[in-house]
């Protein structure tokens, strides 16, 4: 890549400057060219955790709607910051420019490193969104396990001032699947987890896959190659129609926020 390309980092919920530095801290655990630049941005309302078919709809409406207009907008790629793929699929069918996923981007890059692979996770309210990803991706056959420690996410502060108790558990969660189920790669559940990943990579005999990071080298990747997915499994909508989509979440976003001032 001569010119510097430009990727926009959907973070599925919709927070602060600090929320999302949590987010971007991600980019500390890859290594990644200098004509690169990747800009984080959270939606405008949407769900609290993602750990139902409730949240799943409102995953996909709210992170759409940010990326909606990332090609207009001079981006030259999307990342979606969730294991949901939330909103990948709709984005893939509006924009000619690479959108990537990392819970497909997991499951598959586990293939290229063993035959079979367990996620572990924090929550077991996520079990059903890795067991859809994976079944949309005919890999079923290929999971070995989902171990969940059960410990409820903070998708904002993530895993600050938690770490003696969540990392050592989620080590532990990792060995089971790979002694008991025969893991042989190990996913991390969640981008929120991502602050574990170094602890857990040095405490486990086979390989980690940290998924955030792993869809900023994807993109990298597809970049290079001048790459991006096919119109013929993503056909472009005859009749676009992104001012309601804008519409849907500005409505959403004036809720949100009459909401909060009414709680007070």
Not at 8 to 22: C, Q, R, Y
Not at 191 to 209: F, K, W
Not at 224 to 247: D, T, W
Request: hydrophobic share 45%; aromatic share 6%.
């Amino acid at each position: 890549m001569s010119e510097e390309k430009r990727v926009l980092v959907i973070v599925p919920f919709a927070f602060d400057e600090s929320g999302i530095g949590n987010r971007e801290a991600q980019l500390e655990a890859v290594e990644l060219g200098g004509d690169i630049v990747f800009e984080f941005k959270g939606v405008k309302a949407g769900p609290a955790i993602l750990d139902s078919h409730h949240d799943a709809v409102l995953g996909d409406m709210a992170l759409f709607e940010v990326g909606i207009e990332a090609q207009n907008e001079g981006y030259d790629a999307v990342c979606i910051d969730t294991m949901s793929d939330s909103g990948v699929n709709a984005l893939r069918s509006v924009l000619d420019i690479p959108v990537i996923g990392p819970g497909r981007a997991s499951y598959c890059t586990a293939l290229m490193l063993g035959d079979k692979f367990s996620v572990v996770t924090q929550w077991d309210g996520w079990k059903p969104l890795y067991k859809k990803g994976v079944k949309e991706a005919g890999l079923e056959d290929k999971l070995a396990s989902i171990r969940s420690i059960n410990v409820l996410p903070d998708p904002e502060n993530l895993l600050g001032g938690k770490e003696e108790v969540v990392f050592p558990k989620l080590v532990s969660a990792a060995m089971a699947a790979i002694e008991e189920d025969g893991a042989e790669v190990i996913l991390l559940g969640s981008t929120t987890m991502h602050q574990a990943a170094g602890h857990i990579a040095e405490n486990i005999p086979v390989p980690l896959i940290n998924p955030g990071p792993l869809t900023y080298k994807l993109a990298e990747f597809y970049l290079g190659l001048g790459i991006s997915q096919s119109r013929k499994c993503y056909p472009s909508p005859a009749f676009p129609n992104n001012e309601m989509v804008h519409a849907m979440m500005d409505g959403a976003k004036a809720a949100a926020i009459n909401k909060a001032n009414f709680d007070k």
